[in-house]
């Protein structure tokens, strides 16, 4: 299996635009997380998908974030509109379930909103 | 929700030295992993240890879940394993997320 795999690796957008970012889990696992990585924070988690229902998204800063999963191969972090602040490694992590199982993360997406 | 804190968060070696990264959390857990980050970003996955003893080459670790810890032992350090090393726990009967320490950097040099 090629792992879990995000796009783009990097984004430089400007203020105000929208922004999607792109996860492809790896084939059979049934749960999919987003985190983010930043030097104030660490990595936190903004929401994760099991069976492709969300289940928890208390980590999504407001509104402006919102992520789907259509399907069991592929979920989707929008961010509208992008303000500075969002700049940060975004990164996607898929396990057979949630709990009791090894997660692993894919290559993640560099984000630079000016 | 449950903490975990990382020891020592620098970590400066020569080449050929041992070295012992710590994780404490503060409670129970279901799981626990060990990553490393390198230096281009990516997250590799060490361990899935959430007990007990692993050992993968120049690696091992030991989580001693009654009392709430997880060492890493790096044998033999090269350069290439220069980094940030990173505990990610799971709490038990809690939200099923991982939960990131801050994270050890680790610096090898020649």
């Known amino acids: 299996d090629a792992g879990v795999i995000q796009s783009p690796r990097h984004e430089v957008t400007e203020m105000g635009q929208e922004v999607t970012l792109r996860c492809k889990p790896i084939s059979g696992h049934n749960s999919l997380f987003w985190y983010r990585q930043t030097m104030m924070r660490g990595l936190e988690l903004l929401i994760y998908?099991?069976?492709?229902?969300?289940?928890?998204d208390s980590g999504m800063p407001e509104d402006r974030f919102s992520a789907k999963m259509p399907n069991a191969s592929f979920s989707t972090l929008k961010i509208q509109p992008s303000e500075p602040r969002d700049s940060a490694v975004y990164f996607c992590a898929s396990s057979l379930e949630a709990g009791y199982t090894e997660a692993f993360f894919g290559q993640g997406t560099r984000l630079t909103v000016v | 929700g449950i903490q975990v804190e990382q020891s020592p968060p620098d970590l400066i070696l020569q080449e050929g030295a041992n070295s012992t990264l710590r994780c404490n959390f503060s409670d129970s857990v279901n799981n626990l992993q060990w990553f490393h980050q390198n230096p281009w970003g990516q997250l590799i996955n060490l361990f899935y240890?959430?007990?007990g003893t692993k050992q993968n080459g120049r690696l091992s670790a030991t989580t001693v879940a009654t009392e709430r810890y997880s060492l890493l032992y790096i044998s033999s350090s090269q350069t290439t394993d220069s980094g940030v090393y990173f505990c990610a726990v799971e709490q038990d009967q809690g939200a099923q997320k991982l939960v990131f320490g801050q994270g050890t950097r680790l610096t090898i040099n020649p």
């Open positions: 240890i959430p007990s």
């Open positions: 998908f099991n069976n492709n229902v969300p289940i928890d």
